[in-house]
């Protein structure tokens, strides 16, 4: 079994508006409750304001795929909590970075870059397809609509991809290395779709998208092997 961790801040699903409305259980519950569905999947959650960000070392050593959403609270989560998620991904452990946890923490330090993009709401997305054969697009169109969406667009500030595999495009010919893989200890994906204003994870092919992305990302032994923290004296 594929043990994942779904993570959000969940902070714009607590107050009253549009999040709220569209993600009732939260955008890692609405995430969560469709991977749960896989028999493949054992599904875990946490979020921003348990104890040790939810994600203390027992919870990482009993997760092979880790999915990320944040937008809001980046410097809330502590540095502490990071460098745990780091040591597990240089360890092996997966990592899918959607929408704004592109400026999150973890997903900066693994890049090493500042993970700068350009941005506006309301938009039209065609999410393009460019590798077809890739796992992470089986059973996906060459190209669908996301509509509304926020857009991404480049210049997007990331290191050189080790796989591109979709790309966005928006009515004023903008767009985005919206899909693409990066590989540290464990297999990264980052996926662009996702604003918590917009129902986009209730969409059928990103759901498919999220989930062949916990396929491949997840270890291939079935676990992965921590670094140690050292004490120097």
């Not at 569905?37 to 040790?52: N, W």
Request: hydrophobic residues 35%; aromatic residues 10%.
């Amino acid at each position: 079994m594929i043990r994942v961790t779904v993570w959000n801040e969940f902070v714009h699903e607590r107050e009253e508006g549009r999040p709220k409305e569209i993600y009732p259980d939260g955008i890692h519950g609405c995430i969560a409750a469709f991977l749960s569905k896989e028999k493949d999947m054992t599904v875990r959650t946490a979020v921003l304001g348990e104890d040790m960000d939810g994600l203390s070392e027992e919870v990482l050593a009993e997760t092979d795929v880790l999915v990320w959403w944040g937008h809001c609270a980046h410097d809330r989560v502590s540095d502490d909590t990071v460098e745990r998620v780091i040591r597990h991904i240089n360890g092996g452990m997966g990592f899918i970075a959607l929408h704004s946890a592109h400026h999150s923490k973890v997903f900066r330090r693994l890049c090493g870059t500042t993970c700068n993009l350009s941005w506006k709401n309301d938009d039209r997305e065609v999410v393009n397809c460019c590798a077809p054969f890739h796992p992470i697009a089986k059973g996906v169109p060459a190209s669908f609509v996301i509509e509304p969406e926020e857009m991404y667009a480049e210049p997007f500030d990331i290191p050189e991809t080790s796989e591109l595999i979709f790309i966005g495009s928006f009515t004023d010919g903008s767009v985005i290395r919206g899909g693409f893989t990066i590989t540290r200890g464990g297999k990264i994906f980052y996926f662009q779709p996702g604003h918590e204003d917009y129902p986009t994870y209730h969409n059928e092919n990103v759901r498919r998208i999220i989930t062949n992305a916990v396929r491949f990302t997840c270890p291939v032994s079935g676990e992965h092997c921590v670094i140690p923290v050292v004490n120097r004296i």
